[in-house]
């Protein structure tokens, strides 16, 4: 390990961010479903200790009220991040969210700021099922105004959530609650990691393969496989959904010439489909093979363990996928 790195779960990652960005700025405030005197999760442990029940906040088990109160204080000069508990519940502060915060400063013609953060995750692989295991991301695709990041490794947790912290927009800021226990490496001292930027985790010649939030380590893992193979895959891992970094997906493109999209959510409208609609309308003459996406099926995620395994996005399928667009 590198000299100045450390080891660190995605979890703690994720908690050491808050800590740093609330000493650095008092602005910033944490409120949410059982975030101080008990977090679920384990990402908020132990802020009430330090910063106090002024600035780390229980609230009542109302979405709604969580993002409206997100909103009415970054409004009031705050910088506040808000937990939604389970990316379901979401849907309780769509109104907030898309009709309010993605909206307020183009209302106000550029002159108010709304620098809140929404923390979310979603329970898919953990046995939840249907009403805990959803993967809603490309709803907010909807809303512009709302940025939305989704890390995969410990490192770009913490970075992104640091700067989502400091930018003056909303921003969603999305975990897969599998990835918590996830340990990498993660630098001492100051970083970001900027928003807007997808990284390439793996250069490959082959094919470019695009990575989600918990599909990015299996991505990794399918393209070991595949090198064995002799197929090359070049790994993007997205991290930023809402604004795009196309031009590094098209980079890679051009060098590879097929791409595959493996993401959590359902096919149907998702973000795989906005990026394969992107590359089809503008970068058509770039592609060998048509665009292969493997997602989930479209149906309720199943309760039961083993139909959920067989429902979720695994390397077994991602290799298969890779295998289809080399042969064409």
Known sequence: MESGV????????LREALIEEMRRDPRVIVFGEDVAVYSIFKVTKGLID????????????????IAGAAIGAALMGLRPVAEIMYMDFMTLAMDMLVTHAAKLRFYSGGQVKLPLVIRTQYSLGRAHAAQHSQVLIACFLQSPGIKIVAPATPRDAKGLLKSAIRDDDPVIFVEAASLYRMRGEVPEGEYLTPIGKCDVKREGEDVTLI????????CLEAAKILKEKGVDVEVIDLMTIQPIDYDTIVESLEKTHRLVIAED????????????????????????????RVNSPPMPVPFSPPLEQEYMVDVRKIVKAVEKVVSC
Request: aromatic share 8%.
């Open 6 to 13: 450390r080891e660190l779960s995605y979890a703690d990652a």
């Open 50 to 65: 330090e910063f106090g029940p002024e600035r780390v906040r229980d609230t009542p088990i109302s979405e709604a009220a």
């Open 211 to 218: 990575g989600i939030s918990r599909t990015v380590p299996l």
């Open 265 to 292: 959510s359902v096919k149907t409208g998702g973000v795989s489909s906005e990026i394969s609609a992107y590359v089809t309308e503008y970068h058509f003459h770039s592609l060998k093979a048509p665009i292969i």
